[in-house]
Nanobody, 129 residues
Framework: VQLQASGGGLVQAGGSLRLSCAAS????????MGWFRQGPGKEREFVAI???????????DYIDSVKGRFTISKDNAKNTMYLQMNSLKPEDTAVYYCASTPNGGSPSRLRSLDHYDYWGQGTLVTVSS
């Protein structure tokens, strides 16, 4: 399994970026996937996850600080996950990582870094003030 994150860059506050995570060796449509980030001098933290709920819809969850600004999605045909980031703030500056897990779980488990078995290499997002 390989996850290839891309789309990072330098943007001014208030701007937008779209991150992509292309997967190979694992089908994004049936696995829970997430975005995590690690800012300067900080621990890696949960940002957003998307998971199939086993019925008829995807479940999504976001850290409070990005709700209403970030949107996580999948394109099953391209086997790719995205993170649309709008109204970016300097505090969003971080290396963003995508991750995948074959396991479902409670919302708290899906937010946990330990729950994920494959990680992408990270893409740097820098937001200037």
């Amino acid at each position: 399994v390989q996850l290839q994150a891309s789309g990072g860059g330098l943007v001014q506050a208030g701007g937008s970026l779209r991150l992509s995570c292309a997967a190979s060796g694992r089908t994004v449509s049936t696995y829970a996937m997430g975005w995590f980030r690690q800012g300067p001098g900080k621990e890696r933290e949960f940002v957003a996850i998307i998971s199939w709920n086993g019925l008829n819809r995807y479940y999504t969850d976001y850290i409070d600080s990005v709700k209403g600004r970030f949107t996580i999605s999948k394109d099953n045909a391209k086997n790719t996950m995205y993170l649309q980031m709008n109204s970016l703030k300097p505090e969003d500056t971080a290396v963003y990582y995508c991750a995948s897990t074959p396991n479902g779980g409670s919302p708290s488990r899906l937010r946990s870094l330990d729950h994920y078995d494959y990680w992408g290499q990270g893409t740097l997002v820098t937001v200037s003030s």
